[in-house]
């Protein structure tokens, strides 16, 4: 893609438009070999059940995906109301030498992994006035997305399909009237299954897709990771190109006029 389209959140700029995540893989070295065949700049880990310093003496992610490589974004998976969500930030802000982009969920039962909706707002509203950047994962419902936007969200992150599900952008039209009204970076989240998912999420003008088991999960996580790599690539392009109109019926791809005989 050109250098001047990147994706910009928050105030810094990003080439790549794929963010992973970093849990289910079957080692430390196989997550840091398919993270680096995606191309990810951006990485998010989970705070809760990751360690990135605060049980010395255990594997530290960090040692395998340095800091200064990547942006790391730590999350609030596992988090079912607004102060857990929030403690688990500002951990992560202690942790990381106050670092502050995070993503945001607050998860509403364990068999769904829905977003509860109320307690995300709440948590949102918390962190952003304690100086916060939150991307936030949310319901793919356009007014609660432009809700987090008008808060104050620096990304907003609809879920295509429930996590881990790969089933999918099973709303079309709701992620399409979530990126026309919005003002903000929209980086689907949740959901994806495989590359051609990925192309259509990017199609529908998301600016980026975070996914985590359809890499991790994979047979092949590191080819996996690569496919998806040129998924959003072909999917922004396509995008940025246009696609042509739908039809009902057959249109020649030769003029009819001036044939021979």
Known sequence: MPETDVLNIAGQTYTSRLLVGTGKYASMALTASAIQASGAQIVTLAIRRTNIGQNPGEPNLLDVLPADRYTLLPNT???????????????????????????????????TLYPDITATLDAARTLIAEGFEVMVYCTDDPIICKRLEDMGCVA?????????????????????????????????????GTASDAAIAMELGCDGVLMNTAIAEAGDPVLMAGAMRHAIVAGRLAFRAGRMPRRRHASASSPEDGLVG
């Open 77 to 111: 998976a596992g988090c079912y109301t607004a102060d857990d969500a929030v403690r688990t930030c500002r951990l992560a802000r202690e942790l990381l030498d106050g670092h502050r982009l995070v993503k945001l969920e607050v998860l509403g039962d364990p068999k």
């Open 156 to 192: 907003v992150m609809p879920l295509a399909a429930p996590i881990g599900s790969g089933l999918g952008v099973q709303n079309r039209y709701n992620i399409l009237s979530i990126v026309e009204n919005a003002r903000v970076p929209i980086i689907v989240d949740a959901g994806v």
